[in-house]
């Protein structure tokens, strides 16, 4: 699978809650991003619904 890079903005308290979340998880913030995404395409794919 090729990685591509993206670049987002994020208010400061969505960073701060990722990077505790990170921490807490002993992930890097790229790794976590990826975790969360993969949960929610999965529960989208599973549930047939788009948010």
């Known amino acids: 699978m090729k990685n591509i890079e993206l670049k987002i903005r994020l208010p400061e308290a969505v960073k701060e809650w990722l990077a505790a979340r990170a921490e807490a998880n002993d ?25």
Request: hydrophobic share 45%; proline share 0%.
């Open 27 to 51: 992930r890097s913030m790229t790794a976590e991003v990826n975790r969360i995404l993969k949960a929610a395409q999965a529960a989208e794919t599973h549930t047939g619904a788009a948010q």
